[in-house]
């Protein structure tokens, strides 16, 4: 494969999560960012997608909590130990138990855990996981009548009739008429259907397993909710028969009240959980709701994941209000501090926020926040931070959210915000302010109106370009129209900014419409202080032979495109600029499995080469993408390098030549 003209194959080296990939680094040099700070208390969390497994793990009379989670590098299945007893207790640390387990649930029937996938339930799960295990059913029965793709497979196992042995209900999901990406009108109208979370019954008749086929309400309407189902069956309640309990790929929780009998159920409408304060709603996305007696007060709760690794508590009160129970909102469960974490696809900037000296962090996340993690300097050779703050504008918190038409990918997305930003004095009054990109595309800043010791941001303004035309550019997806003079390009894209013509100014360097890596140059002769329109001025001169095992870039003497992509899977590349091998010149530092280093090689006319080396180590942090910055936190003479990751992580690499 040769491409003569373009740096368009980079794509498929940064391509994240594909392949095992060559490397000059070593796997440990890949560390773990951490807290050090041994009397901190943070959210209790785990990589991407928490998947509860609440139990009493060590018999011990208290509830503790086991964890599943999937996605890079924070794979697996996790204990989480209830020290204290307490029903709302300080978690302590995650204990590594075993790879994670896809769609794993957990019933209790007779007060016992039942450990249950798809088609199967795991009869020793606490001690051999999933390698002994029962099979109870074909999965292929449910799956071929699912039109389109499933994400979510759920099996739990619970006495529908109270005939005295165990049936299966399955929550599955259907994505075939919700389609996935690009199907917004030009008025932002989502022209697919909804996603869809249907439920089965597969009855245990004398040992053999029938489908029922889907449950129905009692007006013979199939059970649907916005995918992701989750069904949870409980006397939720306490009138003594099995209600029904359902997430959803959203926030909330669906109650279908058992109007029937415990040996026939018919479910009453479903209505969303809610309470005096309104409809209980979780934070982000993809929930994982399990049914438990957490705190054995007789009555059901639940304890919910959620898809940045957080778990909460959402407690049943034993109220009845017109019908519905009443569960309080939800309590987010707490550990004692380990790694540092920021949500899910964090995204840092290592600056000196508070300007005491040392550099900080400023990071975004997936769910559209932004927070600083101040350095408390360094304890025992390392740096010692303090629990993330979100950053607040007039005393509400930042969140950047896609709402119902915001994301490319459709009205599914709608509590994501996928923020990245830059931190510098944009408008030369001497204090630090944000640059900002996220879902939308569109690139604003947070003027800080406060001082260099304690910023206070203002609302978000637009970063302005003095486009020649008046047909704003944009992404050709992208359904709305920018307003004049503002950028709004590829989303979920690094707003790098830095002073590159060296004049007193920042300068912008990001992607542009097409994917390209562009320069927008901005002077003090610039109208208003405007953008000028964008310079590709950044090229590669990798000549080796391509070969995606290893993704050693083809001939890619062109232009720096950092994605050819479309729709959905445009954008998504996050990089930073500096020195990193040393010679005093800016080398790209793009998101791949981790990172990779774009070297600088020479300017000439202008334009600015480059050379891509291998990825800096071998550890694959990123099924979605990474995002690297470059940090000095001992005053080394050459800036080390922290990854911020899918998980919600960061992971911090030494820069090699500080060993020489």
């Known amino acids: 494969m040769y491409i003569k003209n373009s740096f368009s194959a980079v794509l498929l080296l940064l391509n994240i999560g594909l392949c095992a990939q060559t490397s000059t680094q070593n796997t440990d040099d890949l560390q773990f960012l951490k807290y050090n700070n041994p009397d901190l208390v943070v959210d209790l969390g785990v990589g991407l997608w928490a998947w509860p497994l609440p139990i009493d793990y060590d018999n011990d009379g208290d509830m503790d909590l086991v964890v599943s989670s999937q996605g890079r590098p924070f794979n697996g299945v996790y204990l989480f130990e209830n020290t204290s007893g307490d029903e709302k207790p300080v978690f302590a640390k995650p204990k590594w138990l075993h790879k994670s387990v896809k769609d794993i649930q957990l019933t209790y029937h007779n007060d016992q855990p039942v450990f249950s996938g798809p088609g199967v339930i795991y009869t020793d799960f606490l001690k051999s996981y999933t390698k002994k295990k029962k099979k109870v059913f074909d999965i292929d029965i449910i799956k071929k009548e699912i039109n389109g793709r499933s994400r979510f497979n759920q099996w739990k196992h619970v006495d529908y009739d109270n005939d005295g042995d165990l049936d299966v209900i399955v929550g599955i999901d259907e994505w075939g008429d919700y389609g996935w990406d690009n199907a917004f009108n030009s008025h932002g109208q989502w022209t697919m259907g909804p996603l869809h979370g249907y439920v089965y019954l597969i009855e245990n008749v004398d040992g053999e397993y029938v489908n029922r086929g889907r449950l129905k309400d009692q007006y013979g309407k199939t059970i649907d909710v916005y995918g992701a189902p989750t069904p949870n069956m409980a006397d939720f309640d306490g009138d003594g028969d099995l209600d029904l309990i359902c997430g959803e790929f959203l926030d909330k929780l669906i109650y279908f009240e058992n109007i029937g009998t415990r040996e026939n159920p018919i479910f009453k409408e479903g209505q969303y959980v809610y309470n005096n304060q309104g409809i209980v709603k979780m934070d982000l996305e993809m929930i994982i709701p399990v049914a438990v007696d957490w705190n054995k007060d007789g009555h059901v709760d639940l304890i919910v994941g959620d898809e940045d690794g957080r778990v909460a508590y959402i407690k049943n009160t034993g109220e009845i209000r017109n019908g519905m129970p009443q569960f309080e909102n939800p309590y987010y469960f707490q550990q004692e501090a380990d790694n540092v974490k920021f949500g899910v696809l964090v995204t840092p900037v290592s600056v000196d926020w508070d300007n005491d000296g040392d550099e900080d962090l400023i990071v975004g996340n997936s769910a559209g926040r932004f927070a600083f993690i101040e350095n408390l300097g360094i304890y025992d050779g390392a740096p010692r931070w303090a629990k993330p703050k979100t950053l607040e504008v007039e005393g509400e918190e930042i969140r950047i959210m896609a709402g119902y038409n915001g994301s490319i990918q459709g009205p599914a997305e709608q509590k994501w915000g996928y923020t990245t930003l830059s931190v510098s004095d944009w408008n030369n009054d001497g204090k630090l302010d944000l640059i900002v990109n996220s879902i939308f595309g569109e690139v604003v800043w947070y003027e800080n109106i406060g001082t260099k010791e304690k910023a206070v941001l203002a609302?978000?303004?637009?970063?302005?370009?003095?486009?020649?035309?008046?047909?704003v550019p944009k992404p050709f997806w992208v359904w709305w129209t920018p307003k004049p003079s503002s950028l709004v390009t590829q989303w979920r894209t690094t707003p790098f900014t830095m002073d590159w013509n060296k004049d007193g100014w920042n300068d912008l360097i990001m992607m542009d419409t097409a994917g390209y890596l562009v320069?927008?140059?901005?002077?003090?002769?610039?109208?208003?202080k405007l953008?000028?329109?964008?310079?590709?001025?950044?090229?590669?001169?990798?000549?080796?032979?391509?070969?995606?095992?290893?993704?050693?870039?083809?001939?890619l003497a062109g232009l720096l495109r950092l994605n050819a992509k479309q729709h959905g899977q445009s954008g998504r590349r996050k990089f930073t600029i500096g020195d990193w091998n040393g010679d005093g010149k800016n080398d790209i530092i793009v998101n791949s499995k981790n990172a990779t280093v774009l070297e600088f090689v020479r300017a000439k006319k202008g334009l600015n080469y480059y050379q891509n080396q291998d990825p800096v180590a071998a550890l694959?942090?990123?099924?979605?993408?990474?995002?690297?910055t470059l940090v000095n936190w001992h005053n080394s003479k050459y800036k080390d390098l922290l990854i911020g990751a899918e998980d919600g992580h960061f992971y911090y690499l030494k820069n090699p030549k500080n060993n020489e």
Not at 462 to 469: A, C, F, M, Q, R
Not at 531 to 555: G, M, T
Not at 620 to 628: E, N, Q
């Open 531 to 555: 953008l000028k329109e964008p310079q590709r001025i950044f090229y590669s001169v990798n000549e080796s032979a391509f070969d995606q095992k290893h993704a050693v870039v083809d001939s």
């Open 620 to 628: 694959v942090l990123a099924g979605h993408d990474t995002s690297p």
């Open 459 to 471: 609302k978000p303004k637009p970063v302005l370009v003095d486009w020649k035309s008046t047909d």
């Open 519 to 528: 320069y927008f140059e901005r002077d003090a002769k610039s109208v208003g």
